[in-house]
T-cell receptor, first 115, second 115 residues
Framework: AQSVAQPEDQVNVAEGNPLTVKCTYS??????LFWYVQYPNRGLQFLLK??????LVKGSYGFEAEFNKSQTSFHLKKPSALVSDSALYFC?????????????FGIGTKLQVIP | DTGVSQNPRHKITKRGQNVTFRCDPI?????LYWYRQTLGQGPEFLTY????????KSRLLSDRFSAERPKGSFSTLEIQRTEQGDSAMYLC?????????????FGQGTRLTVV
């Protein structure tokens, strides 16, 4: 079974400060890891993914995430938050073997960037 | 191409009625997914198509649910004898072989309310 935990329901950060949204996962084998963002009244948007290689992956809108295998974590980060980053963020995991396509999402973390 | 399109955007139905939703994926994408999202939760995987073949089904997809993707283009999700517990946002996503199916593009969803 595969699962994702997002331990914070909400993260508040001041504009211009660095932000971190936490994610840990549980899966057998090597995971594919993803971050998606959901703005109000809009569909989920892909931000970034980790498949293999460099543990630090860069994505859209200046976001990045670091894969840490020993801690089974994939935290989302951004050096300087913008008010427009306020949204709901979902971490997700998939097992890559055997053409298995099911992606398991976390419950989401609401990011509030305060002007 | 304007992305993944879902219709209708909203559906209110009486308990016991049948409903059908449609998803038009990005035209060059051969992979199509259905998810269900309830308030305060992340999307839950329902089913996956590669072209016209339905290759994965979640145990969440009871026998009242059926999905099709004739000719490998658009897809429909039908719920028979709807129950109040079926009230949710139903999300469709598609992805292509260029990313190995690792970057999914989501539609805005169909919000189902069963009264």
């Amino acid at each position: 079974a595969q699962s994702v935990a997002q331990p914070e329901d909400q993260v508040n950060v001041a504009e211009g400060n660095p932000l971190t949204v936490k994610c840990t996962y549980s899966v057998s084998g090597n995971p594919y890891l993803f971050w998606y963002v959901q703005y109000p009244n809009r569909g989920l948007q892909f931000l970034l993914k980790y498949i293999t290689g460099d543990n630090l992956v860069k994505g859209s809108y200046g976001f990045e995430a670091e894969f840490n295998k020993s801690q089974t974590s994939f935290h989302l980060k951004k050096p300087s938050a913008l008010v427009s980053d306020s949204a709901l963020y979902f971490c997700a995991v998939r097992v890559p073997s055997g053409g298995y396509q099911k992606v398991t999402f976390g419950i989401g973390t609401k990011l509030q960037v305060i002007p | 191409d304007t992305g993944v399109s879902q219709n209708p955007r909203h559906k209110i139905t009486k308990r016991g009625q049948n409903v059908t939703f449609r998803c038009d994926p990005i035209s060059e994408h051969n992979r199509l997914y259905w998810y269900r999202q309830t308030l305060g939760q992340g999307p839950e995987f329902l089913t996956y198509f590669q072209n016209e073949a339905q290759l994965e089904k979640s145990r969440l997809l009871s026998d009242r649910f059926s999905a099709e993707r004739p000719k490998g283009s658009f897809s429909t999700l039908e719920i028979q004898r709807t129950e109040q517990g079926d009230s949710a946002m139903y999300l469709c996503a598609s992805s292509g072989d260029s990313t190995g199916g690792t970057e999914a593009f989501f539609g805005q969803g169909t919000r189902l309310t069963v009264v």
